[in-house]
């Protein structure tokens, strides 16, 4: 009976919860003019699926082999259920009748429909799967997945992006590459650079050098350095180079309680 409580409740969640990720992924296409609710990235990695409904369901495949590790293991969810999973999945179903990304991808009533679906049956084999799963073989589970899911996530994922970055032109290669060698460098894993790489790349040839693209820049080289200072990079960079770091520079992270 219990079994039968948590299979319901996780259909119902599952639905609910893949109809707005699905739509508010699909509505991130048509941003400014429409409002979209979704992530950045969920946006820069399905555009770097190209269309193609095999790379939309195998990047989500990836991923869900992580969130099913987490489900079974810690009896939560990852931010990949909605992040990556179940938008992409829903493209890939889409895409593989329509190649028109007008009508499939960027259609928030299909990606909504068909989001609820795989939403509902996603949610559900997650939650029936941690429920009956002894918790002997939980741990089995998570010693197989975790560490295939985290080569994936580390070192598979960075290059797919960066090849995708290398094959839009030269241009977007290069920032792809600058930006992902950043990351990778700052926050360990270079998908967010390689992202960011293709959007000042692809921005550029579209329309040139202008406000907006140099505002996106500045943007990106302020957000890398943000994040390099509040993560310690500039003080272990130093101590790399066996130099000492300043006073003051020790002085600016004790103000925030960065070490």
Known sequence: MEFTIILIK??????????????????????PSTQG??????????????????????????????????????????Q??????IPNWAAAT???????????????????????????VVVAFLNSTAAAIPKSLQVTAVAVLVPAATILINTVMPVIFWLAALDAGK????????????AQLIMGNA???????ILIGKGVDEIGWNRVTKSMLAAIILLFILSGF?????????????LQSPNWLNDLHNVFNVK
Request: aromatic residues 12%; proline residues 2%.
């Open 10 to 31: 996780s259909i119902v969640i599952g639905g609910l919860l893949g109809f707005s990720a699905s739509v508010g992924a699909a509505r991130m296409f048509h941003a």
């Open 37 to 78: 609710l979704g992530a950045f990235r969920t946006l820069g990695e399905m555009n770097a699926c190209m269309g193609d409904a095999a790379s939309h369901f195998s990047f989500g495949l990836g991923f869900f082999f992580n969130a099913w590790a987490s489900a079974v293991g810690a009896g939560a969810f990852t």
């Open 80 to 85: 990949d259920v909605t992040h990556r999973i």
């Open 94 to 120: 889409l895409l593989a009748k329509n190649k028109n990304l007008a009508e499939t991808m960027h259609e928030p009533k299909k990606m909504g429909m068909i989001g609820a679906i795989i939403g509902a």
């Open 171 to 182: 241009r977007t290669g290069f920032w792809g590459t600058l930006f992902g060698g950043i």
């Open 191 to 197: 998908v967010p650079g390689v992202v960011l790489g």
């Open 230 to 242: 509040f993560r310690g990079f500039d003080l272990e960079m130093i101590k790399s180079f066996q």
